[in-house]
């Protein structure tokens, strides 16, 4: 936690940056207010220089507009779709969390027991040792485990092959255990575990191995199994050979082809999904658990998820924003946002190939632009 005068001291330089900015940049004209929805997604995507954009909204189970702008593949001059995949950065975790808690409706896991009931090692914050943690804590981020927490002798964001990722049991352990290879004393806060609620990549990673030690597979192959498969996901995966159709490519800020790739922490931000496909499964949870005849979930599982845990914005992972609950999800070449609105049977995928808080902040231009869009449909 920041004390009170580095506090004031980020405020004052944060708001003599914007100062700077607002004078020096030129931000161009206004978006013309005579454009059509589609003429001012195009004159979005062309102001904020993104390779692509895909946008699928959705009513009562139905997709009422698919739509994809663009290139997925610049160097090869690929159109992208709306079966186009694309990284999803944290927009992930929403997945992840529906595998930990399929294994909760299975009673196989209970999410308010100590995590070390089914862990092959002991998971504790040393500046706590005697509170126990749970799977609970950690779907709310309050886990007290750092959000990106440094490592000792392995780069936790170095890049990767799909197919050459470090298989999470091989530094998992090492990384969160004391006295571990990997182990940092910067892994974990000193606040005690249930009391602050820190958004932390690490920890979502740790769930993604719980379903590995708890089901018996590989958390990629359990997801295909118990989530893509049954909702027919065939654009979607966390390995690009899986996928029918071929990715976008992630571009740097710079505009630079990054190629397709992934991080140790897979389970957190590096799912592909087209837009139509992630709308299966956002449509899934918005119905209570299935699509088309197909469950992934029971319907009091969704409502726990989804429920709001202690007055917070956030549920089991999923938050709520203004009405709507969903996810985002951001990196270098990645921008996502997935959100709906249950009351009303609206919501909306939006994925693109580079980063941009247009696409995945709740203030972005884009966001708003789609989801003044979405609310015609209410």
């Not at 352990?173 to 006295?179: E, K, L, R, S």
């Not at 190629?259 to 899934?284: H, K, T």
């Amino acid at each position: 936690m920041y004390s009170l005068i580095e506090r004031y001291s980020q405020t004052f330089l944060i708001t003599c940056l914007c100062m700077l900015t607002m004078a020096c940049a030129d931000s161009g004209p206004d978006r013309p207010e005579s454009l059509s929805f589609r003429e001012s997604l195009e004159w979005e995507i062309e102001r904020n220089n993104l390779p692509s954009l895909s946008v699928v909204i959705v009513k009562d189970s139905e997709i009422v507009y698919s739509q994809a702008f663009g290139l997925a593949n610049q160097t090869q001059a690929i159109p992208a779709t709306p079966q186009t995949p694309y990284i999803l950065g944290s927009v992930t975790k929403t997945f992840t969390a529906t595998a930990v808690m399929q294994l909760v409706e299975q009673n196989l896991i209970d999410i308010d027991a100590d995590i070390n009931t089914y862990l092959p090692f002991s998971l504790r914050n040393p500046n706590h040792p005697n509170v126990p943690i749970t799977t609970r804590m950690i779907l709310t981020h309050s886990s007290s485990l750092a959000r990106n927490g440094k490592s000792n002798g392995i780069n936790i964001w170095a890049h990767y092959a799909d197919n050459d990722v470090p298989m999470l049991a091989t530094w998992i352990a090492d990384y969160f255990q004391p006295g571990g290879a990997y182990y940092s004393g910067d892994v974990w806060t000193k606040d005690q575990p249930g009391q602050l609620t820190l958004y932390s990549n690490t920890a979502v990673t740790l769930l993604g191995y719980l379903v590995e030690v708890v089901s018996g597979e590989e958390f990629r192959d359990y997801c295909q199994a118990h989530i893509f498969q049954p909702l027919e996901m065939g654009d979607t995966g966390f390995r690009t050979a899986e996928l029918i159709t071929d990715p976008a490519v992630p571009y740097d800020d710079n505009g630079q082809p990054m190629g397709y790739f992934s991080l140790r922490l897979f389970p957190a931000g590096f799912l592909y999904s087209s837009a139509e496909d992630s709308s299966r499964f956002m449509r899934a949870i918005m119905n209570g658990g299935s699509l088309n005849g197909q469950r992934i979930i029971k319907t009091e599982t969704v409502e726990l998820m989804l429920h709001r845990q202690s007055g917070s914005n956030i549920g089991l992972i999923w938050f709520h924003t203004e009405g709507w609950v969903g996810h985002n999800g951001g990196y270098q070449g990645v921008a996502a946002y997935l959100d709906f609105d249950r009351t009303d049977g609206i919501g909306a995928v939006i994925l693109t190939n580079t980063h941009s808080e247009e696409v995945n902040q709740a203030d972005g231009a884009i966001y708003r632009l789609v989801h003044e869009e979405v609310e015609k449909y209410r």
